[in-house]
Each structure stands twice: as structure tokens, then as C-alpha cells.
């Protein structure tokens, strides 16, 4: 069972930045596929950012240029830069890993105009 701790989150004014943390229980090496994903209020679950071995990222069209995932392999931990915050990304944000497997408890963003 691979455990999963979000941090970072809060409460931001509209072009602010925040830094997600997740920390994990084992060893990134041998985790291929991490993802940041947000929940917006009475909505889904949606994918933002993935990370892949090698470092190979992805973004959402909405968060491209201004959202950056990392890895820091000897602490265990990925981390989301939101920069140029929007009131459209306030929601919970999760740190999935596993395709989906592997979840955190989430951390909320609450971003103010």
C-alpha cells in the first residue's frame, strides 16, 4: 500500500502563486505515472498535470505556462507550481499515482478574485 500526503494548499488572491507538496511513502523509482488532478466544487475529478519517468510532462490546456509538476526522487515527493492563479482553478487537488490506484487525501485551493 503506497500512502500519499498532500500539503501546500490555501487560500491565494487572483494571480498569486501556491507550491503543492505530496509526499509519498516509497520510493518514486519505482513509480512511473503521477498525476495532480482537481475537483472543482459539485464537479469531477479532472486530470491537471502528469509526470512520467524520465521527467515527461503533460498539462491541461488551461494550465499550460503557468502550472509546473516536479519530482525530487531522494525526497520522495512531487510537487505542483501553480503560478498566475484564476478563480477557475480553485477546487481540491489531489496527487494520484498508479493510473489512478493510489490516492492522497487532497488539499484545497481556494483562489479569490
Known amino acids: 500500500q503506497v500512502l500519499l500526503v498532500e500539503s501546500g494548499g490555501g487560500l491565494v488572491q487572483a494571480g498569486g502563486s501556491l507550491r503543492l507538496s505530496c509526499k509519498f511513502s516509497?520510493?518514486?523509482?519505482?513509480?512511473?505515472?503521477i498525476g495532480w488532478y482537481r475537483q472543482a466544487p459539485g464537479g469531477q475529478r479532472d486530470l491537471v498535470a502528469r509526470?512520467?519517468?524520465?521527467?515527461?510532462?503533460s498539462y491541461v490546456e488551461s494550465v499550460k505556462g503557468r502550472f509546473t509538476i516536479s519530482r525530487d526522487n531522494a525526497k520522495n515527493t512531487v510537487y505542483l507550481q501553480m503560478n498566475a492563479l484564476k478563480p477557475e482553478d480553485t477546487g481540491v487537488y489531489y496527487c494520484g499515482a498508479g493510473g489512478g490506484v493510489y490516492w492522497g487525501q487532497g488539499t484545497q485551493v481556494t483562489v479569490s478574485s
Open positions: 509526470i512520467f519517468g524520465g521527467d515527461i510532462t
Open positions: 516509497e520510493s518514486l523509482n519505482d513509480i512511473n505515472q
